[in-house]
């Protein structure tokens, strides 16, 4: 029997791919307020001072900071009250030597004050006076001009993954829309005669088909346009046809596989027939999902994941994701939520392959455990009831219990 792949590791197997990405390139502009989690595709900076006046940081009184010099609860300074700083307006008053004006977080600073006393630092003497008890310096609780970002500051860079604080500050900024990459389009194919369509009830020998569903929400979860492109039989010429539409109409193919072998070689074979350099990988040191397929056709990836819906998702994870990250052209890939957990049992694995098992987190007095969830790759349910993945290296043939184990949360 010929040897069904060539192995090798996860870290091999991107290192394969990955000259063959390159960003979609395609751009469009959108509202400010509509683009979290879009790629910026061109750096902005900021076309105005923020503030663009001298603001109180908190509610108090607008001085000249030399009129409370050397001011205490024993010797105050006293300040005449010359007016109140309305809010959304111009300040419209000055102050002269010995004046004070009250003010409120986020005012304007009238002409001459320089600092702001707190309003806790003072007390009313009478209607038109104050004692200041403690002096300020220069400059104190007042926001000055251009101190959040000057004119002309670079404010996002082209690649950079759009953030809610990022959209305040370009709304704060008056900039209203922005050009970002289109979202990655990913089509989704799911091989196999014993599939059926979720609303379909299956005979006997056969199962519904929810990789496609898994998959698609992986995509949308981070900004690609999933196209589902329907159940293909276990036939060399409708799984072609399949994989030209993707082509055709996305910018990912992933070809979600049978378990059998000769499937697992189709799809290879289906891929190889479509363009050069066709199959780069085949094969990966990897626990879930051995038989993954990396390829690239005319500059295009795709993809042929194991049918096991845990296989399914971890590879895509692993391999799709860095890849709708790249071609939607963010510079650098979003950090997951990584916790450091507990092991509560041992994890074995064996050296030279890299082992995912799900686990489930629970915090026992203070501190956080992962109770591993140990199942075969074709069950569902053992993902549902997870709450991350823990990674077990190549060079390490297991993990103890009891020991700190990293956890990718979901």
């Known amino acids: 029997m010929p040897q069904l792949f060539n192995v090798v590791t996860p870290q091999e197997a991107w290192l394969r791919l990955e000259p063959h990405l390159s960003p979609i390139g395609r751009v469009e502009t959108v509202p ?50 010359v007016g109140e700083i309305a809010m959304g307006v111009p300040a419209g008053i000055g102050l002269a030597s010995g004046e004070a004006a009250l003010i409120h977080t986020g005012g304007m600073l009238p002409k001459n004050a320089d600092a702001v006393v707190m309003i806790e630092n003072t007390r009313d003497i009478d209607a038109s006076t104050i004692e200041v008890t403690r002096p300020v310096a220069k400059g104190e609780n007042v926001i000055q001009v251009g101190e959040d970002v000057e004119k002309d500051e670079m404010l996002l860079t082209s690649g950079s993954l759009i953030r809610p604080q990022d959209i305040g500050g370009l709304l704060a900024l008056g900039i209203t829309e922005v050009p970002v990459f289109q979202r990655v389009r990913v089509a989704l194919i799911s091989t196999g005669d014993e599939l059926v369509p979720p609303e379909e009830e299956p005979r006997l020998g056969q199962i519904r088909n929810t990789n496609a569903y898994t998959l698609a929400s992986l995509a949308l979860r981070i900004g690609a346009v999933p196209l589902r492109l329907g ?8 799984l072609r046809q399949a994989a030209v539409r993707g082509m055709r109409e996305a910018d990912i193919v992933v070809i979600s596989a049978g378990s059998s072998m000769s499937t697992r070689d189709m799809t290879a074979d289906v891929i190889n027939s479509l363009g050069r350099p066709g199959v780069l990988v085949h094969g990966v040191s990897l626990k879930p999902g051995k038989p993954t397929i990396l390829a690239s056709v005319d500059g295009k990836p795709l993809f042929g994941l194991p049918g096991n819906p845990g296989s399914a998702m971890i590879t895509f994870e692993l391999f799709v994701t860095p890849c709708i990250y790249r071609l939607g052209g963010c510079r650098q890939l979003p950090r997951r939520t990584e916790l450091q957990a ?16 799900v686990v489930k987190l629970e915090e026992r007095g203070g501190e956080l455990y992962a109770e591993p969830i140990f199942g075969k790759s074709n069950l569902l349910f053992p993902l549902i009831k997870a709450d991350g993945i823990a990674q077990v290296p190549l060079d390490r043939s297991g993990l103890e219990s009891g020991e700190m184990v990293l956890v990718k949360v979901f």
């Open 32 to 81: 400010a307020r509509d683009a979290l989690g879009r790629v910026l595709a061109k750096d902005i900076a900021a076309p105005s001072d923020l503030p663009p006046f001298p603001r109180s940081a908190m509610d108090g009184y607008a001085v000249r900071a030399e009129d409370a010099y050397g001011a205490s609860e024993g010797l105050p300074a006293y300040l005449r009250v």
């Open 342 to 357: 507990r092991l509560t049992r041992n994890i074995p694995s064996a050296t030279g392959r890299e082992d995912y098992v």
């Open 231 to 238: 159940i293909v039989k276990d036939n060399h010429e409708a």
